[in-house]
């Protein structure tokens, strides 16, 4: 729509990225340390954070870092459903045949982890993306899932990412021991002003185009707009640009921010 315009070679703000293209701020870098480590110790985590904070990236880094010959990893999103088909869910992704109870389902859920792990020397993560929508009879059975044998050996990674409500949510009394087991704990912050400059330049140079584009005002009127948002601060350049475009400026200014910002509230 305007790439040409300004002499870029694809999209500035569309998702597409390589796990090596991702902007990396130093609260995401520590943050998938973390990650990393919950996968070596086979520990439980939580990760929280505003919608569009970068949750979505983050698990993304992580998931292109894992070597398929070492992990298994369970990527699971559908969570408004009841336990038992959950667990049906869980098992498909395993490759299992899903069972109509929950409680052979949740056995032969446990006894693959058992077999990936001992059989396969596999490493196994379980992630669990929009986890703020779990039921809390659901959040209850986790412990259990993680708990095999006598031994007490770890035998699954699980990681619960969610909107910042599920902290509240793992608060209640009777979901005390699965806050219990959470060792790993983050909340995603936004962008500050100098890493909402330095991602815009980012994502500019990945587009090709290696000078200004946004000027000082217009990058502050991203920044106040967007609240430091990643994804907010994609839509909104996008629009600015479309708007600079239309009117032909070689830069965007404050105006055309303002002007996309308009259009994204009519």
């Given amino acids: 729509m305007y790439e040409s315009f300004f002499g870029l070679t694809r999209p500035p703000f569309d998702r597409q990225l390589s796990a090596e293209q991702l902007f990396r701020t130093p609260a995401l870098d520590e943050l998938h340390s973390r ?20 949750k979505s990236t983050a698990l993304r880094r992580l998931r292109d870092s894992l070597h398929p010959e070492k992990v298994r990893a369970v990527y699971l999103h559908d969570t408004t459903v009841n336990p038992a088909d959950f667990f049906r869910q869980l098992a498909l992704e395993l490759g299992l045949e899903p069972h109509w109870s929950r ?9 693959e982890i058992v077999r990936l792990v001992e059989e ?15 039921r809390p ?45 959470i060792s790993v704990r983050y909340a995603l912050p936004r962008l500050d002003r100098d890493n909402a400059r330095l991602y815009l330049e980012h994502r500019l140079r990945l587009a090709g185009l ?28 996008h629009h600015a640009l479309a708007a600079a475009a239309s009117l032909r400026a070689q830069i965007v200014d404050g105006d055309h921010v303002l002007r996309a910002a308009e259009e994204l509230r009519a």
């Fill in 137 to 181: 009879d659901l959040l209850a059975l986790l412990p259990q899932l993680t708990n095999f044998d006598w031994d007490g050996q770890s035998r699954l990674a699980l990681l619960l990412a969610g909107q910042s409500g599920l902290r509240n949510k793992l608060r209640l009394a009777h979901l005390e021991p699965l806050a219990q087991r």
């Fill in 35 to 54: 990650l990393s480590y919950l996968v070596r110790t086979r520990s439980l985590g939580l990760l929280t954070g505003e919608p569009g904070s970068g």
């Fill in 210 to 237: 290696d000078r200004p584009l946004f000027s000082e005002p217009a990058v502050e009127a991203l920044f106040s707009a967007s609240g430091g948002l990643m994804r907010h601060l994609d839509t909104l350049a």
């Fill in 103 to 111: 409680a052979l389902g949740f056995r032969s859920v446990q006894q």
């Fill in 120 to 134: 396969r020397h596999l490493s196994v993560l379980l992630v669990i993306d929009e986890a703020h929508h779990l």
